[in-house]
């Protein structure tokens, strides 16, 4: 039985050079009102010092672990971060990831009603303030997600929004440090934990706002970097689900209808297109540079 001062959720960032996200993110969390008996926040810098940032007296705080290391990418970030964590459910933000006011309380709702569940993740928002490239990522990012989500059950989850079973991570191995960017250690690991007969839920009310800061540059190398991560998916994972002309035909029309009476069709299917021909040269520049599959050194390990 769980008692009143055990930790039960760790919330782990992974951050490197965002000191202005971060403290975006922290600031969200902390306004929602966590009990410090049964949440930690652990912040981990991906090539930076560790340390320790007290709750202020007077404050909607709670205290902030900072734990540091080598530059060694995302992955490694949020493993340093696990093996620290003291509660039975890890969720992941992005240092970038800014929740809603009731990211907290539709968190805890989906993990209570859902308990069976090995990893609960949610969605993201972007308003109409927001750059175009920040708004067509999360439409992007949301399609997705919803094409491998059926009855709610999901065959993927976005560490930008996501929460699993402490138990269930520490049994598959979990992250693959060998992806060293931030794109297809998230989908590798749903993979492994599908495998295991683990089930993923994804839960529309557990909500972020994500990538607002998305330049044109920063989107082209977002999606580049994603078609990278899927060729080295595809030689761990050897059936990896392809997309067949009728699926890009569903993602560019529902997309498109969103802004049908925007008059931004035309500015947002320009974007679209940029993002799949990014994806497909990050694929084909993976391939050209390795050509052999990637050394089977363990998940989880360096």
Not at 31 to 43: A, K, T, W
Not at 44 to 71: C, M, T, W
Not at 138 to 154: E, K, Q
Request: hydrophobic fraction near 35%; charged fraction near 25%; proline fraction near 4%.
């Amino acid at each position: 039985m769980e008692t009143e001062n055990k930790v039960r959720y760790s919330i782990i960032i992974p951050t490197v050079g965002a000191a202005d996200n971060l403290e975006q993110c922290l600031t969200a969390l902390r306004n929602q009102g966590l009990d410090p008996s049964r949440f930690e926040v652990i912040v981990v810098r991906d090539g930076g010092p560790g340390e320790s940032v007290p709750a202020s007296p007077g404050e909607p705080k709670i205290p902030a672990i900072f734990l540091g290391q080598d530059h060694k990418g995302p992955a490694a970030a949020r493993n340093l971060g696990i093996k620290n964590a003291r509660g039975d459910i890890i969720l992941f933000l992005d240092d970038d990831s800014v929740p809603t006011k009731t990211w907290v309380q539709a968190t805890l709702e989906a993990w209570i009603s859902y308990p069976e569940s090995a990893g609960i993740g949610g969605y993201t928002l972007s308003e109409g303030t927001d750059s175009f490239c920040c708004r067509v990522n999360s439409d992007l990012f949301n399609w997705y997600l919803g094409r491998h989500s059926f009855d709610d059950h999901a065959t993927f989850l976005s560490t930008c929004n996501a929460g699993y079973r402490k138990g269930i991570l520490d049994g598959v191995g979990r992250f693959d440090e060998r992806f060293k960017k931030a794109s297809g250690e998230d989908r590798d690991l749903s993979l492994r934990i599908l495998k295991t007969g683990g089930k993923l839920r994804l839960d529309k009310n557990i909500l972020i706002y994500h990538d607002r800061d998305l330049t044109f540059g920063s989107f082209f190398r977002k999606h580049y970097n994603y078609g990278a991560a899927a060729f080295e998916l595809s030689l761990i994972h050897r059936r990896l689900e392809r997309l067949s002309l009728k699926d890009y035909a569903l993602f560019y029309t529902s997309i498109l209808k969103k802004y049908a009476k925007t008059g931004q069709k035309g500015l947002i299917f320009l974007l679209l297109t940029v993002s799949q021909l990014a994806t497909f040269l990050g694929y084909q520049a993976a391939k050209f540079f390795r050509r052999k599959p990637p050394a089977k050194n363990r998940p989880g390990t360096s």
